[in-house]
């Protein structure tokens, strides 16, 4: 949003890495948030400390490139930071190994630690966040996937980061780059789920499409887009809508969970470009439904809780009995989806809104 354009909050960055970390595939990769929750001024000696303190049966290394191996004696207690890792250190660009290892073996000797220079045969050793920074501000796009992963490249473009004007589509895309998108902003577990939704409401669409040729499509693409705003945070979703005039009752902004739908209306329409108004209904609509919904409006309500990667041990209505019925009953369902939905609410004590709450109602009562 347009706070980040001149700073990149601690969220956006934290996610960035952990899209990083999910395209690498590598369960030996951990992402550490002990330097945000801790506040303030971050030092390297108290953050290998700390490290330190958590694994203390394990040899640490700390890994600069040989430009700020340039400065160590100049950085926060080095000699700290020497006792508590050994230093792994890379050449950059104009640098010559031999350079390197000579640097190393010199901070060794001041430090009396170890000082290990490591030779990169690839481009990866050219790469800095500074030139990538400035090349983003300079307006830079496609060739910078040499040095970025592509998803956190595209992250950086839908929001606008690091001086980028936000990438804005004013028509739906064409469904592979949708699903970057998504793929760049959603974690895994959750783009999995958003698949699972977007397959099962074209599904349905198919099956209650009527004289509506196009709702399997318009189905596939509400589903594809009901959680594009997930990945917020609950705090960044309330200030976002609170920028974008999007207007949230005292309930939902006691329970943030409840906003996605809301605000993933608006980012499906001045995000993606959607314009279809039924489909933005949808969207809005997924978790409290409505009185009265429209067919693609109940898809939409009913493939989020029965796609195939739902795992909901002990409902009342078992989902291997709705996924079996709603290829003819969708009224039938989405009923007993409601019932159990409510019923889930009530077991963990919960809060049911007011939009809930009409939901539930009008559909016990009429049936339909």
Same mark, same amino acid.
């Given at each position: 949003?347009?706070?980040?354009?001149? %700073?990149?909050? =601690?969220?956006?960055?934290?996610?960035?890495?952990?899209?990083? *970390?999910?395209?690498?595939?590598?369960?030996?990769?951990?992402?550490?948030?002990?330097?945000?929750?801790?506040?303030?001024?971050?030092?390297?000696?108290?953050?290998?400390?700390?490290?330190?303190?958590?694994?203390?049966?394990?040899?640490?290394?700390?890994?600069?490139?040989?430009?700020?191996?340039?400065?160590?004696?100049?950085?926060?207690?080095?000699?700290?930071?020497?006792?508590?890792?050994?230093?792994?250190?890379?050449?950059?660009?104009?640098?010559?190994?031999?350079?390197?290892?000579?640097?190393?073996?010199?901070?060794?000797?001041?430090?009396?630690?170890?000082?290990?220079?490591?030779?990169?045969?690839?481009?990866?050793?050219?790469?800095?966040?500074?030139?990538?920074?400035?090349?983003?501000?300079?307006?830079?796009?496609?060739?910078?996937?040499?040095?970025?992963?592509?998803?956190?490249?595209? %992250?950086?473009?839908?929001?606008?980061?690091?001086?980028?004007?936000?990438?804005?589509?004013?028509?739906?895309?064409?469904?592979?780059?949708?699903?970057?998108?998504?793929?760049?902003?959603?974690?895994?577990?959750?783009?999995?789920?958003?698949?699972?939704?977007?397959?099962?409401?074209?599904?349905?669409?198919?099956?209650?499409?009527? =004289?509506?040729?196009?709702?399997?499509?318009?189905?596939?693409?509400?589903?594809?887009?009901?959680?594009?705003?997930? %990945?917020?945070?609950?705090?960044?979703?309330?200030?976002?809508?609170?920028?974008?005039?999007?207007?949230?009752?005292?309930?939902?902004?006691?329970?943030?969970?409840?906003?996605?739908?809301?605000?993933?209306?608006?980012?499906?329409?001045?995000? %993606?470009?959607?314009?279809?108004?039924?489909?933005?209904?949808?969207?809005?609509?997924?978790?409290?439904?409505?009185?009265?919904?429209?067919?693609?409006?109940?898809?939409?309500?009913?493939?989020?809780?029965?796609?195939?990667?739902?795992?909901?041990?002990?409902?009342?209505?078992?989902?291997?009995?709705?996924?079996?019925?709603?290829?003819?009953?969708?009224?039938?369902?989405?009923? =007993?989806? *409601?019932?159990?939905?409510?019923?889930?609410?009530?077991?963990?004590?919960?809060? *049911?809104?007011?939009?809930?709450?009409?939901?539930?109602?009008?559909?016990?009562?009429?049936?339909?």
């Amino acid at each position: 949003h347009k706070s980040a354009r001149s %700073y990149v909050s =601690d969220p956006h960055r934290k996610r960035m890495v952990k899209l990083l *970390i999910d395209s690498m595939d590598d369960e030996r990769v951990h992402f550490s948030d002990y330097e945000m929750k801790k506040g303030g001024i971050s030092y390297t000696y108290k953050t290998l400390e700390e490290l330190k303190a958590e694994h203390k049966d394990d040899r640490l290394f700390f890994i600069i490139g040989g430009d700020s191996l340039n400065t160590f004696d100049t950085w926060r207690n080095p000699e700290q930071i020497v006792s508590f890792a050994s230093i792994i250190a890379f050449p950059r660009v104009g640098m010559f190994f031999v350079e390197l290892k000579d640097l190393c073996k010199k901070m060794s000797e001041k430090f009396d630690a170890e000082f290990i220079p490591l030779d990169l045969k690839d481009s990866y050793a050219g790469i800095s966040s500074t030139d990538i920074r400035n090349r983003l501000r300079g307006g830079e796009n496609e060739s910078l996937t040499e040095s970025l992963s592509r998803r956190v490249w595209k %992250y950086i473009l839908l929001h606008g980061l690091y001086g980028h004007e936000p990438l804005v589509y004013k028509w739906i895309p064409p469904e592979k780059d949708l699903k970057r998108c998504l793929k760049s902003t959603l974690r895994p577990k959750r783009y999995k789920h958003t698949l699972g939704v977007a397959d099962t409401a074209r599904m349905l669409g198919n099956l209650y499409s009527g =004289d509506d040729s196009t709702l399997p499509s318009r189905a596939y693409i509400a589903g594809l887009l009901h959680d594009c705003a997930k %990945y917020y945070t609950d705090k960044e979703q309330i200030e976002l809508c609170d920028e974008y005039g999007i207007a949230l009752t005292d309930t939902e902004r006691a329970n943030p969970a409840l906003i996605h739908g809301k605000l993933g209306a608006y980012l499906a329409a001045h995000r %993606y470009g959607v314009k279809d108004e039924e489909i933005l209904s949808a969207i809005r609509l997924h978790t409290v439904g409505r009185p009265g919904m429209s067919t693609l409006e109940k898809i939409i309500y009913v493939a989020d809780y029965i796609e195939p990667g739902r795992v909901i041990p002990g409902a009342i209505h078992p989902l291997f009995d709705l996924r079996r019925r709603v290829k003819h009953d969708l009224d039938g369902v989405l009923i =007993d989806v *409601i019932d159990n939905t409510i019923a889930y609410l009530k077991e963990t004590g919960r809060v *049911i809104d007011e939009a809930s709450k009409e939901t539930m109602h009008y559909y016990m009562e009429n049936g339909e």
